[in-house]
């Protein structure tokens, strides 16, 4: 049964981190009310490290994109479209960056000469 949990805490990050503490706090409030609580406590603590420091700063690594852009754009496409923003906020802090980066900061001009002469050098087996 805990595989079951642990397998959609793996998949469903938001769903499964809840059901991966059922049977943690099940299991502790069996040991007493005190055991109950502080497990709570520690699962809160935890999640919300998880939440709102690691996962950003993996997905800002992977995507190179800003922690705090990530942070920005969940809160407000959560504010605007609720749980369905939640789950377009990394693609869409994503689609900003790329449209900022191409079309308003950085417009690229690239340099055809120095491109035919990698190319004729690979065709030419030289590279």
């Given at each position: 049964?805990?595989?079951?949990?642990?397998?959609?805490?793996?998949?469903?990050?938001?769903?499964g981190a809840f059901l991966v503490a059922i049977p943690i706090l099940?299991?502790?409030l069996s040991l007493g009310a005190t055991k109950f609580w502080l497990a709570l406590g520690v699962?809160?603590?935890?999640?919300?490290?998880?939440?709102?420091?690691?996962?950003?700063?993996?997905?800002?690594?992977?995507?190179?994109?800003?922690?705090?852009?990530?942070?920005?754009f969940t809160l407000a496409t959560a504010t605007m479209f609720g749980l369905l923003g939640v789950f377009l906020a990394v693609p869409a802090a994503a689609l900003a960056q790329i449209v900022i980066d191409?079309?308003?900061?950085?417009?690229?001009k690239p340099d055809y000469v120095a491109l035919d002469r990698e190319a004729a050098a690979l065709v030419e087996g030289k590279k």
């Open positions: 049964m805990f595989g079951v949990f642990a397998f959609l805490g793996e998949f469903l990050p938001n769903i099940l299991v502790a699962i809160v603590v935890v999640y919300q490290v998880e939440l709102n420091v690691l996962v950003p700063g993996v997905l800002g690594k992977e995507m190179r994109l800003h922690p705090v852009n990530i942070l920005f191409e079309f308003y900061l950085q417009p690229r």
